[in-house]
């Protein structure tokens, strides 16, 4: 089965920037959308940005400019450049994609996540 692994969380102040980064392992399945969702303390877990395997993105408004995600197919892997960072953007960060597993029969869709890495922006 496919796992997704994050790194690059930590502490910055704000107004500094960090990477993320999430690595897909293991085999069996076809990884297609893979994207980095959020969840701050007393909220719901929020998509942050996506990319489809072909490059197209979705952002959420408020880190639109500021986040930028990237992926590299060969390496199955995505990237989170998070900039211009503010007390706000304080969550854990979930990498997570959808795989496909099928054969000649047909197939089945997972969402799979990440466990997760903490962001913390001081003021």
């Known amino acids: 089965q496919v796992q997704l692994v994050e790194s690059g969380g930590g502490l910055v102040q704000a107004g500094g920037s960090l990477r993320l980064s999430c690595a897909a392992t293991g085999r069996g399945g076809s990884i297609g959308d893979m994207g980095w969702s959020r969840q701050a303390p007393g909220k719901q877990r929020e998509l942050v940005a996506s990319?489809?395997?072909?490059?197209?993105?979705k952002y959420a408004d408020d880190v639109r400019g500021r986040f930028f995600i990237s992926r590299d197919n060969a390496k199955n892997t995505v990237l989170l450049e998070m900039n211009s960072l503010k007390p706000d953007d304080t969550a854990v960060y979930y990498c997570n994609a959808i795989v496909v597993y099928g054969n000649i029969e047909g197939s089945t869709v997972s969402n799979i996540w990440g466990q997760g890495t903490q962001v913390t922006v001081s003021s």
């Open positions: 990319m489809t395997s072909f490059g197209s993105t």
